[in-house]
């Protein structure tokens, strides 16, 4: 009898085990594409040439390991795209995040005319693919290009106008975003901030920012990494290495003149993800909590 | 501070918030707001606050109007049925955030928010956020910060409504001892009607954004002014029937299906005559009896104290209380007493009390 238990108990036990193993099997195997890319890259940038997974010198043989991909570092205008693809991003993540945490609040709380075909309006102007307004948005860059000193910041061929770009085509989904954190919150602490003597700015900022900061660090990552990744915007509006980015200086590689360097692409690549990278690392905690919900509570 | 709302009025398209309301409120008087869900209490208690704007009205405070004076300048202090504690601040900052606005001195900022944490029991909580506090506790942080400004004006809407039924009580007579000691004005939404008339001066009872009335509880009990009013205070509420008052060898006789019973002559005397009018009988006016108008057991429910049965006289049913251990059942044939030494006549059309 009791052995009989016994094993039926063990049974059961291993057959759970492997049940709520199996998840992880399944996430292991279907990451190895992943991680096979992942290890190609980093290979790659620091060999020769590869074969199939492996790095191979001049003769074909396993080995050649060289630093000449990386040598695009010494170029000074890598550090040049580089600063202005960080500028593009910074551009993104404080024009965004301000407007639209302004917008947002406003659409959410103040009742005034217009306010439902401004909603609709945005939404509409979200879903225009970027392709379809480059001719219409070179004309107003090469307008406010016009403008003195206004022109010089803002307008075509410059990396503000191209951020301007970006802050603009991303505005749509911003506003919708903190809207509808702010829609999320409670109307009483508003007025509890308003009763307790604090005018409407100061609630704004001292009560209700405070709980739309996971939200808002969303935002400006997303944003963050839309504006470094920014490839057809600063491709269109500028000209010349002075002003363009880490995209786009990477597209140069694979010219059509000559044969695309695939090592050395990996390596500008790799670069360009590195600040991405690193930055998840740091903030993978906090960017979890965002869907954990981090909005509530707020211990 | 004295309250007067003259003729306050809410409205949002064709939604009514308020409707018209006037009262006046004493210094240091406790009123309730009572009412069902939906009738205003809330909206009202704004207006005074000046989070809403009224529609149409005034708002005196001290017999000055103060439509147009914003919320931070009206020296009210608020609590609210969420709490609406500051999440992301700790227990102090929520208490100090009125006396930091004032630009109160650190020292003597410190000094009154410890005084009140200690008098609401919460000075040992000080370092903790909301999220760490138990339902009562960030209800006292809640009053705390109200009280912390020192404010003329209390304002309550539904504070002890998420709390659990033991807790609703001792709140309850906390809030009411603060209330005397530290002689505030206070109003007090509330739809639960014990918490109203245990607790205030006098009660404002409200329905579909119109006062209905506004006096003090044992008045409101004893002498409602309408239909709506005689139904909506008390509990188990005031049993109705639709009667016609004669006059019969000198005695004044109720009379519909089922009943007929004789009546004070000084109550009886306003409702002769006019036709069918409705009568009102509080349950405890109402008992078995060897004698009566009778009618079968329709509900039996056990309270603990008492039993609460339901009869039905002809086409009414009849609320009333039994000592518990009668052994009856639903089916039974029972007789009923009526005291009609206090029974209420109303109008059925005008629904306004015949007698007050
Ligand atoms: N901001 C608003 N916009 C439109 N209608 C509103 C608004 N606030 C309240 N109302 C309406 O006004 C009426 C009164 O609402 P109010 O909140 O004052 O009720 P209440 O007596 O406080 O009810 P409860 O006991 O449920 O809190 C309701 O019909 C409500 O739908
Ligand atoms: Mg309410």
């Known amino acids: ?299 | 501070m004295k309250v007067e709302l003259v003729n306050l009025t809410k409205r949002w398209g064709d939604v009514v918030g308020a409707d018209g309301i006037n009262l006046t409120i004493e210094h240091g008087e406790f009123v309730a707001f009572l009412g069902p869900s939906g009738c205003g209490k809330t909206t009202t208690l704004l207006m005074v606050a000046g989070i809403y704007k009224p529609t149409a009205g005034e708002i005196l405070f001290d017999g000055k109007v103060v439509n147009a004076v914003p919320p931070k300048d009206r020296n009210i202090g608020m609590v609210f049925q969420s709490y609406a504690l500051y999440p992301h601040m700790t227990v102090f900052q929520n208490i100090s955030y009125p006396l930091k606005l004032k630009k109160v001195p650190k020292e003597e900022m410190q000094k009154r928010v410890q005084r009140v944490a200690d008098m609401m029991g919460i000075g040992h909580l000080l370092d903790r956020k909301p999220a760490q506090l138990s339902g009562g506790q960030q209800q006292r942080v809640a009053l705390g910060r109200a009280l912390v400004k020192e404010p003329q004006l209390l304002l309550f809407d539904e504070p002890l409504s998420n709390l659990d039924a033991r807790l609703r009580l001792s709140m309850r007579s906390e809030i009411k001892r603060l209330q005397i000691d530290l002689g505030i004005t206070s109003i007090y939404v509330t739809h639960d009607q014990v918490e109203a008339m245990t607790m205030a001066d006098r009660v404002a009872v409200m329905k579909d954004g119109k006062l209905q009335a506004f006096s003090p509880p044992d008045e409101l009990y004893e002498r409602p002014k309408t239909l709506f009013v005689a139904g909506f205070v008390g509990n188990p509420p005031m049993n109705f029937f639709d009667v016609e008052v004669v006059i019969e060898n000198g005695e004044y006789h109720a009379r519909g299906v089922g009943i007929d019973l004789v009546v004070p002559a000084e109550r009886g005397e306003k409702a002769v005559g006019r036709g069918k009018v409705i009568m009102g009988v509080r349950p405890e006016h109402v008992s078995l009896a060897d004698e009566g108008a009778s009618g079968v057991i329709n509900i039996v429910e056990p309270l603990g104290r008492d039993d609460l049965i339901d009869v039905r006289i002809g086409e009414t049913d009849v609320q009333l209380l039994v000592e518990p251990g009668l052994g009856l059942r639903i089916g039974d044939h029972v007789k009923l007493h009526f005291d009609t030494e206090n029974v209420q006549f109303f109008d059925p059309d005008t629904e306004k009390s015949l007698l007050w």
């Open chain 1, 1 to 299: 009898m009791t052995t009989t238990t016994f094993e039926v108990e063990a049974k059961s036990g291993l057959w759970r085990k492997i049940v709520s193993a199996l998840p992880y099997v399944a996430l292991s195997i279907s990451i190895i594409p992943i991680l096979v890319g992942y290890y190609w890259v980093i290979i790659a940038t620091f060999s020769y040439r590869t074969e199939g997974l492996f790095p191979v010198d001049a003769n074909g043989n396993i080995g050649g390991f060289t630093l000449q991909n990386w040598q695009f570092l010494l170029d000074p205008q890598i550090w040049r795209v580089t600063l202005n693809s960080f500028l593009i991003a910074i551009g993104m993540v404080i024009g965004v995040g301000f407007l639209s945490t302004l917008t947002g609040y406003a659409l959410s709380r103040m009742n005034f005319r217009g306010r439902k075909g401004f909603l609709g309006l945005t939404l509409v102007l979200h879903a225009f693919r970027p392709e379809l307004l480059l001719i219409a948005i070179f004309q107003v860059l090469l307008f406010i290009a016009g403008i003195p000193l206004l022109g010089k910041v803002f307008g075509f061929n410059t990396v503000g106008g191209v951020a301007l770009v970006m802050v603009a085509l991303e505005l749509p989904l911003g506003i919708w975003l903190m809207k509808g954190f702010f829609d999320n919150l409670s109307w009483d602490m508003e007025r509890a901030a308003l009763i307790d003597g604090a005018s409407r700015f100061r609630v704004w900022w001292e009560i209700i920012l405070p709980q739309v900061k996971p939200g808002l660090a969303a935002l400006a990552i997303f944003n963050f990494i839309a504006g470094w990744n920014a490839y057809l915007i600063p491709f269109t509006f500028t000209i010349g290495a002075k002003v363009s980015n880490l995209s786009v200086y990477l597209n140069q590689f694979s010219g059509d003149t000559s044969p695309t360097g695939w090592n050395q692409v990996a390596a500008v690549g790799l670069f360009q993800l590195l600040p991405i990278l690193i930055f998840f690392i740091f903030t993978q905690e906090t960017l979890l909590s965002i869907y954990g919900g981090g909005a509530k509570g707020g211990t």
